[in-house]
């Protein structure tokens, strides 16, 4: 079976990377598929994560702005595919373009889209922000499926082709972090979405009752550096900045509690990563994916969205309770058991085959 998946790269380090190149690699390597991922101006090039070898990379290049941009990649695209002749595409494309793809290349293949963000994200002023999301919901009805990472997902589209599919786990080490070290980790691209603005005033207060804890932050550094520069308008101490690492797998198992004050995800694929290390998880119950994900109490804890003193509360409670922390990395390590990649891909491979019933 063919398949081509339509991004626009895969070259940076978020989530819809990673779970690509873990999905497109196994679906090659175990399922005997024949992948192509189409990208925009070899957004191909040196990937952040690794791809099977096997893996057919295209790329669609253009120069042009605003509508004229869109016409010449539309045009591209509609040929690309036509050449092609995949089986089933797929699109990964949070944005607004990839919605009109199967107005563009009609019915003659199913065409699945993969939602990789929460509808909250498209939000913007009031007025664009509901044009966007209403006409997000409308597109969505074209598509063969529309694939969702967890149930609360399914509440923002109010469609009947939707399917719940969750992200695969990346890694799930023999070993789990100790939780005895003094170290609490955030990851994710230092943006407002990912709520770095909220990091910094919880550890404004946290660095001052637990002064010999650390704060390290992982992910695509905003180019302004604002956070890193509140922090240090703040005379915040023990709060790091780092680019997104490879390795990030070490980091979970060095660190004792992780945070995710996120205003909304589309799944939270750093939870399920930190839990598979044995770390507990701290997160505002943000649409959409923590709540799915996080049993509050027991293998983490979820906060009300947006309330820093309780977020604030949470984090200072648990890095003064090395007995808890211990009790929910066990609990959290079993629970992402569930996202094994062999569980999550098998249900890919199910969604295929009745699709070309």
């Known amino acids: 079976m063919k398949l081509v998946y339509i991004t626009n790269g895969i070259n940076g380090s978020g989530g819809l990377e990673r779970v690509l190149s873990i999905k497109a690699s196994r679906l090659v390597a175990e399922y005997g598929y024949e992948v192509h991922i189409i990208v925009l101006n070899n957004g191909h090039l040196d990937p952040f994560y690794n791809f099977n070898t096997e893996i057919f990379f295209h790329t669609i290049n253009s120069n042009r702005k605003g509508l004229f941009f869109l016409k010449d990649y539309f045009v591209k695209i509609k040929k690309m595919v036509n050449q092609l002749h995949p089986d089933i595409v797929l699109v990964c ?36 922000g509901g044009l966007m999301r209403k006409l997000m919901r409308f597109l969505a009805a074209d598509f063969t499926h529309f694939v969702v990472l967890t149930p609360t997902n399914v509440k923002e589209w109010n469609s009947t082709n939707i399917i719940v599919i969750p992200n695969p786990l990346t890694f799930y080490p023999k070993s789990s972090a100790s939780l005895t070290t003094k170290k609490v980790i955030l990851v994710g691209s230092q943006s407002y979405v990912k709520g770095y603005d909220s990091a910094v005033k919880i550890w404004s207060h946290v660095g001052k009752s637990h002064p010999d ?13 604002r956070f890193q520069n509140e922090a240090q308008k703040s005379a915040i101490t023990q709060m790091y900045f780092h680019e997104a690492v490879k ?30 290390c044995g770390v507990p998880c701290i997160a505002f119950d943000c649409p959409s994916g923590p709540s799915d994900i996080i049993n509050n109490d027991e293998d983490g ?3 009300e969205n947006g309330n820093i003193s309780a ?9 003064s309770n090395e007995k808890k922390r211990k009790e ?8 992402a058991q569930r996202y094994l990649p062999e569980n999550i891909i098998n249900q890919w491979n199910d969604l295929f085959k009745a699709t070309l019933q």
């Open 93 to 128: 494309d949070d944005g607004l373009k990839g919605f009109f793809l199967p107005k563009l290349l009609g019915k003659k293949r199913p065409i699945i889209y993969e939602r990789h963000a929460s509808l909250a994200i498209n939000t913007g002023n009031r007025f664009y």
């Open 213 to 225: 804890w650390e704060l390290h932050c992982y992910g695509k550094k905003d180019s302004q550096n």
């Open 247 to 276: 390795n990030i797998e070490e980091k979970y198992l060095e660190s004792s509690l992780l945070i995710l004050p996120s205003r909304s995800e589309g799944f939270g694929m750093v939870l399920i990563e930190a839990m598979a």
């Open 301 to 303: 804890r979820l906060i």
């Open 311 to 319: 977020f604030t509360d949470a984090l200072t409670s648990l890095m």
């Open 328 to 335: 929910m990395g066990l609990l959290a390590k079993r629970n």
